[in-house]
Every structure is written in structure tokens, then in C-alpha cells.
């Protein structure tokens, strides 16, 4: 498609890669974080690219605004709060939330946008740092089948997979299913290594093994190896997935769904935070096993 101008709010970890390449596709690049010094950061290795102070004028001109940010309170504070991108905003400009929230908080912003002439997606993201960094990002998306068909091409420059899985809230719901899979995925590879150590076999040349068959999946590929040397510096962090589960837990008690792993998990993921991993890598629940 033709070259657009857009902007992005939040250089994270995962936002400052998305930005970049949206950059390296020819786009104009608008950037914000409220971190000052990030966005000059970005700027510097961006030639072309601008950075304002606030939300409001990083969206002012951009034909689509992008976010990725903490929580529902951060998304509350760059598209609707003072200063905030949606007042910034032309009509007919499209904003779409990589932030992984509620799929209440979605459903309210999209009100909010289409009162103001605006389109909103809600498309939260699967593929970590890395993915981020390669490009290579699951995207999940909810909101208008239109909406989505004009957002998607620009979203096709970091992401590997991106679907419309229907309406507001869609995509934030898939985000869920996601971090539940996910959450007892991992519990079950931390046990399964706790076990080959206790019965003395070598683990690595166990997975080695075992990626081959039925119990494969990408945390076996890409985890296993950090998880037995206990490295949990890499990855995504369990006060993040707690916060992830809070939400799931909260849209189960809503919908009558019922998740005793995902309840369970999270309060294995307590004890790590209690240890000291904050801000260790999700794969660190094997680390509660074997202290």
C-alpha cells in the first residue's frame, strides 16, 4: 500500500520494534512514550521519524495510530485521558491497541472512537521480544470487518499472522485463551523437568528427544535449555503474566468459564514474585520446584 503516516504510543519492548518497522517500510513514523528519552532514542536511529510529548500530537495528521502500552488505565490515558491521541485524531483515522487488557476496556474505546468518527481495534500481540523484533508477531484482532480490512496491510509489517476474530473485545478474549494455554504449558514443562532431574535422567537429551514426538511446542523449543541452567532473563515476565491471568480470571468469573490451572498457576507465579522474580521470565515456575 502506499506510504501512511502514523504514529506509534508506547517503545517498549515490544513497541520499539514494531515502530522500527513500520519505519523500514517507508511510513512516516510519529512516536510518543512517556519515557522522553526512548522516543529521542527512536528518533535518532529513525532518521525521518518524530517524537511529541504528548499522546494528542503524536496522533494529530496520522491516518493510524497504533499503542502498546501496561494496562487498561494506560490505554484509558493515551486514547481518552487529557492529552490523550483520540482528541488528536481526523475523522475517518483508524487507532489500533496492542496492549493486552480487557476486553471491557476495548468495547468502551471503540464506543468512544465511533462517537468520534473514528475506528478502533483491539489486537493484541503473541511472539514475545523476539517475534517483535523479527517481525513475526501474532496479532489478534476484534472490532469492523471494514476497519480491519484498511488496518491489516500496515499491521502486515511486523506481524507473521493477523485475523479478525470478530467483533469489539474479540481480540482481547483470544489474548486470554492464549495466556491460559500458555500458563499451563508452562507448569507442565517445569514439572516434567523437576521430574527427569529427580530420576536422574539428562534432561536436555530428554527434550531432545521428546520435541520429536507429541509433546512438542515452542516452549519445549525455546525454553528448556534456560530452564534447566535456571536463566529467567529472557522472555516475559511473570509480573506480567499475573497481570495477563488477573484478566482472564476476571472475564472467566464473568462469562461462568471455569479455570482451576490458570487460578492455580497464578498462584504458583505469587511464590516466584515472593522469591524475588518479579521480573523473571514466565519459565521460572520450575525455579519454585526446585528451591
Not at 487488557?101 to 476495548?106: E, I, N, P, R
Not at 517445569?190 to 528427544?209: K, Q, R, S, T, W
Not at 506480567?240 to 491471568?245: I, V
Amino acid at each position: 500500500m502506499e506510504p501512511a503516516t502514523v504514529a506509534f504510543i508506547g517503545l517498549g519492548v515490544m513497541g520499539y520494534p514494531m515502530a522500527g518497522h513500520l519505519h523500514r517500510a517507508g511510513h512516516k513514523v510519529q512516536v510518543y512514550n512517556r519515557t522522553a528519552a526512548k522516543a529521542k532514542e527512536f528518533v535518532a536511529a529513525h532518521p525521518g521519524a518524530q517524537w511529541f510529548s504528548t499522546p494528542h500530537e503524536a496522533a494529530v495528521g496520522a491516518q493510524f495510530i497504533f499503542s502498546c502500552v501496561g494496562n487498561d488505565d494506560d490505554l484509558r490515558a493515551v486514547t481518552i485521558g487529557e492529552a490523550g491521541a483520540f482528541a488528536g485524531m481526523s475523522a475517518g483515522a483508524i487507532f489500533v491497541d496492542h496492549t493486552t487488557a480487557s476486553a471491557q476496556v476495548a468495547r468502551a474505546l471503540h464506543a468512544a472512537a465511533a462517537k468520534r468518527g473514528l475506528g478502533f481495534i483491539d489486537a493484541p500481540i503473541s511472539g514475545g521480544q523476539a517475534g517483535a523484533e523479527k517481525g513475526v508477531l501474532t496479532v489478534m484482532c476484534g472490532g469492523d470487518p471494514a476497519i480491519f480490512a484498511k488496518a491489516e496491510p500496515i499491521i502486515a509489517c511486523y506481524a507473521r499472522a493477523c485475523r479478525l476474530m470478530g467483533p469489539p473485545g474479540a481480540g482481547q478474549l483470544t489474548k486470554m485463551v492464549n495466556q491460559i494455554a500458555i500458563a499451563g504449558l508452562i507448569q507442565s514443562l517445569a514439572e516434567a523437568l523437576h521430574f527427569a532431574g529427580a530420576a536422574g535422567l539428562d534432561a536436555e537429551n530428554v527434550i531432545d528427544l521428546l520435541k520429536n514426538g507429541a509433546a512438542q511446542s515452542w516452549q519445549m523449543e525455546n525454553r528448556t535449555k534456560t530452564m534447566v541452567a535456571g536463566e529467567f532473563d529472557f522472555g516475559f515476565a511473570v509480573e506480567w503474566m499475573r497481570k495477563d491471568l488477573a484478566i482472564c480470571l476476571a472475564e472467566a468469573r464473568r462469562n461462568g468459564a471455569r479455570l482451576p490451572v490458570a487460578a492455580l498457576v497464578d498462584q504458583f507465579y505469587a511464590e516466584v514474585e515472593k522469591m524475588g522474580g518479579r521480573r523473571w521470565d514466565t519459565s521460572s515456575l520450575i525455579a519454585r520446584l526446585e528451591r
